[in-house]
């Protein structure tokens, strides 16, 4: 039996000195603001032109600003608790839901996508896209509604993300990443101010829509004949085929465009799917049951701590917090379990079981 032909490596080849001989070489920030500058579209955010951070800081040897952002994000506590945060269904059975935090990472592979075929900053994009649910409640918009009576105006996880990164676990981020996850939410304005604040959002949209369909397939809430077919026949079957199908229209209407943008009737669509899925997914009766049982629990904490006031963790007491503004952050902090425990050992009647 013959003995298999190998061939040396076709890389690195002959080489004239010690250092060409090396299989690695030093990319340094230097050298990749550099190739920002050269490669990156017209439109795109380089960042050494960042308007920079509330509080001047040396830069790294290695990192743009916005690879440090989104370092800092992926550290964050603030990050890990999504993990057990709700992104559609409250406490699913089976391990392939979506949580908030599966959700988040697949907002920036669906943003990285996009701004790589563009010619846009990748890492601020990835930044944004990961920073972008940062400040969510517990039990995913519903926990919105709940906070809502204890602010002025309107409670918004955007806005409370930024509070998260500058105030409650300062990150000391750039202020594009910060105005990125501020105005990720479409109820927004002004929108976003640069072109990957942009993508983020509709990042968010298509990961949402692809893999809530997803998770309601796997519930048996809905079979994919029961969607439209004008919109099965526009964007192909729920999952993959969304996402897939999404990207290339944003891609291709953003180079016609020359911004970032999808075109009328494909946006029009995409409205109308994602109306479709808050009539037969997010809001049908069963999940509407489960978000007042969550809206009871949000509140009840609310109420209970800002009552007891030394009981919430100092990193919550900030000095010019009221105490039930020190209960809100503390609870908007909270993960579904952690929220759900806390409630069950304090209202849960004294030997029920």
């Excluded at 960042?47 to 040396?58: I, L, N, T, V, Y």
């Excluded at 059975?93 to 990748?122: C, K, M, P």
């Amino acid at each position: 039996m013959n003995e298999p032909t190998t061939h040396p490596p076709a890389w690195p080849g002959p080489a004239t000195s010690a250092a060409e001989q090396r299989g690695v070489h030093h990319r340094t920030r230097a050298v990749r603001e550099r190739e920002e500058r050269e490669r990156l579209a017209p439109i795109a955010t380089r960042a050494a032109d960042s308007r920079g951070r509330d509080h001047p800081e040396s830069e790294d040897p290695y990192r743009t600003a916005f690879e440090r952002d989104r370092d800092r994000i992926l550290h964050s506590k603030a990050f890990r608790r999504l993990k057990h945060k709700t992104q559609v269904f409250l406490n699913p059975d089976g391990d392939h839901f979506v949580t908030r935090l599966t959700h988040t990472l697949q907002v920036a592979q669906v943003g990285r996508s996009i701004a790589a075929a563009l010619g846009l900053n990748e890492a601020l994009t990835e930044a944004i896209c990961l920073g972008h649910d940062i400040g969510h409640a517990p039990f995913g918009h519903t926990g919105e509604a709940a906070l809502t009576p204890y602010v002025e105006g309107e409670w918004q996880h955007a806005i409370h993300g930024v509070r998260v990164v500058e105030v409650l676990e300062p990150l000391n981020l750039t202020w594009e990443v910060r105005n990125g996850i501020r105005q990720s939410s479409w109820r927004n304005d002004p929108p976003p101010s640069t072109p990957e604040g942009w993508v983020c959002r509709y990042a968010d949209r298509i990961a949402y829509l692809a893999h809530d369909a997803q998770d309601a397939l796997r519930a048996e809430v809905m079979t994919p004949d029961d969607v439209p077919a004008h919109l099965l026949a526009r964007f192909g079957r729920p999952g993959r085929d969304w996402i897939d199908a999404m990207v290339r229209l944003v891609v291709d209407a953003s180079v016609a465009d020359g911004r970032v943008t999808m075109g009328t009737e494909d946006l029009g669509a995409m409205n109308e799917l994602r109306a479709w899925m808050f009539d037969h997914v997010y809001l049908r009766p069963q999940a509407v049951a489960h978000a007042n049982r969550a809206v009871r629990v949000i509140q009840d904490l609310v109420e209970w701590f800002a009552a007891r006031p030394t009981l919430v963790p100092e990193a919550y007491r900030l000095p010019d917090s009221s105490p039930i503004e020190a209960a809100v952050d503390y609870v908007a902090g909270m993960s579904d379990k952690f929220a759900m425990r806390l409630h069950d050992e304090r209202f849960r009647p004294a030997g029920l079981y």
